[in-house]
Each structure stands twice: as C-alpha cells, then as structure tokens.
C-alpha cells in the first residue's frame, strides 16, 4: 500500500536519495556519465530542502506502509513565462521497483489537484526526450509544446502541456 502525502522538510533527504537513484538509472546511457557521477545525496539534499521551505513550490512523496519514501513529484508555477501554460510539473521520480504501481498517476494526480485549488488550469512538463516517462506523460493526454536541446547534458528535452488539466482529474 502506498500513501501520497504533502512533504515536510524533514523529508529532504529520503527525496534526495528517490532523485538520484532514479536520475542515475533512468538517464545511464541517456546524459554523459560524468553528468551521473557529479550528482550527490549532499546537493541534492540541500537543494530539496530550499524547495521544501519555498512557499511557490508544492511537492508530495509517495511512501509505503513503514515510510519509505519511494517516489515524489514537485511543482508549481510555469518557470519561464514563455509558454501559456500557468502551472508546472518540475520532477517527478519513483524509485525503479517500485514503476507500474499507478503511482506516478497518483502523484500527478494530487498535483494537479493542488494546483487547480491554486487556480492554474494548466500544466506543463519538460521531459528528455529519450526518457521512458515521455510515454507517460503522453499516454496521460499531454500534448508536445516546445523542445530544446540542453548542452549541458548533451540531450534533447521536450516541453509536454495540457491546456486544461481537470481533465488529468
């Protein structure tokens, strides 16, 4: 059984751990291992806890019945002011073993339920394009918006939107 659950700051570092178990085996032959091996617990603890304790940022953890943190999604207002989408998927990850369990829909889902409350009636998400997730976020109607390649991780990235997400709903 997995509860999703607003985040506390007191769960950085079991975020941190969710980000980079998932980026190192999700991007593994996607960005440059030099990439995966400059990713930390440490920064990516410190960042979440900035993130935790900024108001324009939601996030929610899925844990298990003994409280393992085991996925997480985090969001809030579109980032660039270059698209016409109002709200923002930032990240979102689960941890491998625990994929096909329904619930990236049900930290999608939550998500998209605060920002609604929130008053965004749109959404965005910017993917690597050779990212499994891609097809999730497609197979949940999101259509493409933008793409751009990031330099920095030698990749392509794709920006995917609903213009009215009480249809993720």
């Given at each position: 059984m997995i509860r999703i659950?607003?985040?506390?700051?007191?769960?950085?570092?079991?975020?941190?751990?969710?980000?980079?178990?998932?980026?190192?085996s999700t991007y593994r032959g996607i960005v440059p291992e030099k990439i995966l091996k400059k990713i930390t617990y440490q920064q990516r603890t410190v960042a979440f806890k900035k993130r935790l304790d900024d108001p324009q940022h939601y996030m929610f953890v899925a844990e298990t019945t003994d409280g393992q943190i085991v996925g997480f999604v985090n969001g809030g207002p579109e980032r660039s002011g270059d698209?016409?989408?109002?709200?923002?998927?930032?990240?979102?990850?689960?941890?491998?073993?625990y994929h096909?369990?329904?619930?990236?829909?049900?930290?999608?889902r939550v998500m998209t339920e605060q920002l609604?409350?929130?008053?965004?009636?749109?959404?965005?998400?910017?993917?690597?394009?050779?990212?499994?997730?891609?097809?999730?976020?497609?197979?949940?109607?999101?259509?493409?918006?933008?793409?751009?390649?990031?330099?920095?991780?030698e990749a392509f990235e794709t920006a995917l939107g609903w213009t009215a997400v009480d249809r993720l709903l």
């Open positions: 659950r607003k985040a506390a700051t007191s769960d950085a570092e079991a975020i941190a751990k969710v980000s980079v178990d998932s980026w190192i698209y016409p989408y109002e709200g923002e998927i930032y990240s979102l990850y689960i941890l491998d073993e096909h369990l329904q619930i990236g829909r049900k930290l999608v609604l409350t929130d008053g965004y009636d749109s959404l965005l998400v910017w993917v690597l394009e050779e990212n499994p997730a891609k097809g999730f976020y497609e197979h949940l109607g999101a259509e493409p918006v933008d793409r751009k390649y990031l330099a920095e991780l």
